[in-house]
T-cell receptor, first 112, second 112 residues
Framework: GAGVSQSPSNKVTEKGKDVELRCDPI?????LYWYRQSLGQGLEFLIY????????KSGLPSDRFSAERTGGSVSTLTIQRTQQEDSAVYLC??????????FGPGTRLTVT | QQQVKQSPQSLIVQKGGISIINCAYE??????FPWYQQFPGKGPALLIA?????SEKKEGRFTISFNKSAKQFSLHIMDSQPGDSATYFC???????????FGKGMKLTVNP
């Protein structure tokens, strides 16, 4: 079946602009995660959604970052007032009942 | 604080050889240890995972060895092939948590 999809695949934005990154999880997967991959920091957990429970936002680096998940499926990660240090690959993952997380291809964000 | 330490950072092996990647952790609450493979421009792909009640798990050419007392685990790739050339990440997740904590990754090159 189809895997996790993310859009756009690449995004270039100017410092100070807001960006929205989209994730479509695998159909039927109840849990959804966002991670950030950067050269200096490796892979870092950002936020986790599970069903109707309150999301675990403990990995969000600042209040410029937010995410929502509508209808238990699609998720959007929003970064406000982007900074150059936000440049990274943003990865989405989803899982079903086991602990196995399946990742999408990522969105490469470049802030100029 | 790096919770999962991965070594080496890079490895070059000849086709047919054995590739070994090591990871160590401190947090005894970790109870799930997956390995991911990532090709350039792609998201991480789950290879194999182990729990601490098992000392070894094998899937095809990939084997995880787990030493609970030493708090170490390793990935062995038998009969390494050029197509295995990728970056490999170990990860760990604490009991009761959804977060994956990743090692820094190891770039494997398999020469033909």
């Amino acid at each position: 079946g189809a895997g996790v999809s993310q859009s756009p695949s690449n995004k270039v934005t100017e410092k100070g602009k807001d960006v929205e990154l989209r994730c479509d999880p695998i159909s039927g997967h109840t849990a959804l995660y966002w991670y950030r991959q950067s050269l200096g920091q490796g892979l870092e957990f950002l936020i986790y959604f599970q069903g109707n429970s309150a999301p675990d936002k403990s990995g969000l680096p600042s209040d410029r970052f937010s995410a929502e998940r509508t209808g238990g499926s699609v998720s959007t990660l929003t970064i406000q007032r982007t900074q150059q240090e936000d440049s990274a690959v943003y990865l989405c993952a989803s899982r079903t009942g086991t602990r196995e997380q399946y990742f999408g291809p990522g969105t490469r964000l470049t802030v100029t | 604080q790096q919770q999962v330490k991965q070594s080496p950072q890079s490895l070059i092996v000849q086709k047919g050889g054995i590739s070994i990647i090591n990871c160590a952790y401190e947090n005894t609450a970790f109870d799930y240890f997956p390995w991911y493979q990532q090709f350039p421009g792609k998201g991480p792909a789950l290879l194999i995972a182990i729990r601490p009640d098992v000392s070894e798990k094998k899937e095809g050419r990939f084997t995880i060895s787990f030493n609970k007392s030493a708090k170490q685990f390793s990935l062995h790739i038998m009969d390494s092939q050029p197509g295995d050339s990728a970056t490999y990440f170990c990860a760990a997740s604490p009991r009761g948590s959804e977060k994956l904590v990743f090692g820094k990754g190891m770039k494997l090159t398999v020469n033909p």
